[in-house]
C-alpha cells in the first residue's frame, strides 16, 4: 500500500498533480484544498496517499495532510453511495475543519449548499460520519496550513465560515476566503480578524 510520496512536483492542476520520485512520475488525484498548498513546480513536496483500486482502473489519490486522506477513506468506504469522484468533490469544497464541525454539529444545510452533495447525501453524511468523529478511525481535525489545530482554533475557522454564509455567502466560497485568511494571518488570529479578511 502507498501511503505517501515524496519527490518534485512537476505539475499541478487544481484537481491533479504529477510528483516525480525515484524516477517514476506518480499522478495523483487531489482537491482543490491541496492544490492551493502545493509548492511551485521544480519544488520538493511531500503528499498523503490512498490508492482506489477497480476492476479496470488504479487511482492514486493525495492529500496534503494524513488527516485529509483518512476523512476522504471514511467517505469512500463509510458512507453509502459516496465514491471517490464524490469524495473527492466534497473535500474540494469545505476544508476538513468546516467539513467536521459541520458534521459534529449536523449542519446538513450548510453540507447541503455544496454543489454535487444534496441534502441526501449530507444526511447520511450526518448520520454514518457524527459517531466517528472521535473515534481512532479519524484523528485530530488539521487546519488550512495542514498544521495541528487546537478545538479554538477548529471553531474560529467554523464560526467564520457560518459567518459569511449568513452575510449570503455560499458555502464553498465563504470556506475558501475563510482559509486564505487563515494561511494570511496565521493561528492567532481572532474568528473577528479572519472574517474581516475574508470580505476584505
Not at 133 to 142: D, H, K, Q, T
Request: glycine fraction near 10%; aromatic fraction near 4%; proline fraction near 6%.
Amino acid at each position: 500500500m502507498i501511503t505517501s510520496v515524496s519527490g518534485t512536483l512537476v505539475s499541478a492542476t487544481p484537481l491533479t498533480a504529477v510528483v516525480e520520485a525515484g524516477g517514476l512520475g506518480y499522478e495523483l488525484h487531489i482537491p482543490v484544498t491541496t492544490a492551493e498548498r502545493l509548492p511551485a513546480p521544480g519544488q520538493p513536496v511531500k503528499l498523503h496517499t490512498l490508492a482506489v483500486y477497480r476492476e479496470d482502473s488504479a487511482t492514486l489519490y493525495g492529500f496534503a495532510t494524513d488527516e485529509e486522506r483518512d476523512f476522504f477513506r471514511l467517505l469512500v468506504e463509510k458512507v453509502t453511495g459516496v465514491g471517490p469522484k464524490m469524495a473527492l468533490s466534497i473535500l474540494s469544497k469545505l476544508s476538513l475543519p468546516t467539513l467536521q464541525g459541520a458534521i459534529a454539529a449536523g449542519d446538513v444545510g450548510l453540507l447541503a449548499k455544496c454543489p454535487g452533495i444534496g441534502k441526501k447525501t449530507a444526511e447520511r453524511l450526518v448520520i454514518e460520519l457524527r459517531d466517528k468523529l472521535n473515534s481512532a478511525e479519524l484523528g485530530p481535525v488539521a487546519p488550512a496550513r495542514g498544521e495541528g489545530a487546537s478545538p479554538v482554533a477548529e471553531n474560529k475557522i467554523r464560526d467564520a465560515v457560518l459567518a459569511l454564509t449568513a452575510l449570503g455567502y455560499k458555502a464553498a466560497d465563504a470556506d475558501k476566503a475563510v482559509r486564505q485568511a487563515w494561511v494570511a494571518l496565521g493561528a492567532a488570529a481572532s474568528t473577528e480578524a479572519l472574517i474581516k479578511k475574508a470580505l476584505g
